[in-house]
C-alpha cells in the first residue's frame, strides 16, 4: 500500500467512573467522565480499515449503565463524512472485544473481522465481573477471523497482543511512511495513562498492562487514545 489516509472517527460518548480508567487513583472514585468513542479508519490502496467500531445500539439490560450521548451524530454519519459505507470497509481490528470496541462490528457485513483468538473465548465466556462488558450472543452471530499473538495484518497494520485489560487485548500500529500511529486501545484509553504512567482500572492482568503500558510508551509515533475527550482528531 503507497497510499494512506489516517483519521478518527466518532461514535459518540459514554459516561463511565473515572475509577475504571484510571487504576487506584482514589479521587477518581465517582467522578463521572464522558469518554469518547473513536474507531480509527484507515483509507489506503488495498481498501478500507477500520480499528475497533464503537459502541452500537446496546440492550435495555446495558443502555442504562453506559448512557450513550450520540447528538445525533454516530458511527454511520461519521462514515459518509468521509464518503464511505460500511460495506466499503474490507477489514476491521478490534483490540478486544468488548461493547464499547466492537458494538458495530455487525454493521460491517463485507469486512474481515481481525481478533486473538484467547479474546473471543474470553467473550465467550467471562469471568463473573466482566460480563457486562460483552454481549455473548451478538459476538456468536459474527464472522471473526482468529489471530494468534502479534500479527501482520497488512503491510503496515500490525497487531502487538498485550493482554492485561482482557487476556486478548491488543494494541494496533500503523506505519504510513510518514508517521507511526499506536492505537493503545483500553491499555491507555487516556493520555494520562502514558503520561503518568497508571494503568487502567479494569483488568485481568495488572502486570501484563503496566508491561504492556511501557512498551507502547516507549515506541515513537502519534499515540491514540481511545477513549480521551481533548483528542478527536489527528
Known amino acids: 500500500m ?10 459518540g460518548y459514554f ?3 473515572m475509577g475504571m480508567l484510571v487504576y487506584l487513583r482514589g479521587s477518581y472514585y465517582g467522578k463521572k467522565y464522558r469518554a469518547a468513542l473513536k474507531p480509527m479508519l484507515i483509507q489506503c490502496d488495498g481498501g478500507n480499515i477500520l480499528i475497533d467500531t464503537g459502541m452500537g445500539e446496546l440492550p435495555e439490560h446495558l443502555a442504562g449503565f453506559y448512557k450513550v450521548q450520540r447528538d445525533g451524530k454516530g458511527i454511520l454519519m461519521s462514515l459518509r463524512e468521509h464518503g464511505l459505507h460500511p460495506d466499503d470497509i474490507n477489514i476491521v481490528v478490534n483490540t478486544h472485544l468488548h461493547v464499547d470496541h466492537a458494538g458495530n ?3 460491517f457485513e463485507n469486512a474481515r473481522i481481525y481478533v486473538q483468538k484467547r479474546e473471543i473465548e474470553f467473550a465467550l465466556n467471562p469471568a463473573r465481573w466482566m460480563r457486562g462488558g460483552y454481549i455473548a450472543e451478538e459476538i456468536k452471530r459474527l464472522k471473526l477471523h482468529p489471530i494468534t499473538g502479534d500479527c501482520t495484518i497488512v503491510d503496515g497494520v500490525r ?10 487485548h ?13 492505537y493503545c486501545g483500553d491499555i491507555a484509553p ?12 479494569i483488568l485481568t492482568n495488572p502486570q501484563e498492562a503496566q508491561d ?8 515513537k509515533g502519534v499515540h491514540i487514545f481511545a477513549h480521551d475527550n481533548t483528542q478527536i482528531s489527528i
Not at 212 to 219: E, G, P, T, V
Open 190 to 201: 487516556l493520555r494520562e495513562n502514558l503520561e503518568k504512567r497508571s494503568i487502567v482500572g
Open 159 to 168: 497487531t502487538i497482543l498485550t493482554g492485561g485489560h482482557t487476556p486478548g
Open 105 to 107: 462490528n455487525h454493521l
Open 170 to 182: 491488543q494494541a494496533v500500529i500503523v506505519e504510513t511512511g510518514e508517521n507511526t500511529y499506536i
Open 212 to 219: 504492556a503500558l511501557d512498551l507502547l510508551a516507549s515506541m
Open 15 to 17: 459516561e463511565i467512573d
Open 2 to 11: 503507497s497510499s494512506y489516509k489516517v483519521s478518527l472517527l466518532h461514535d
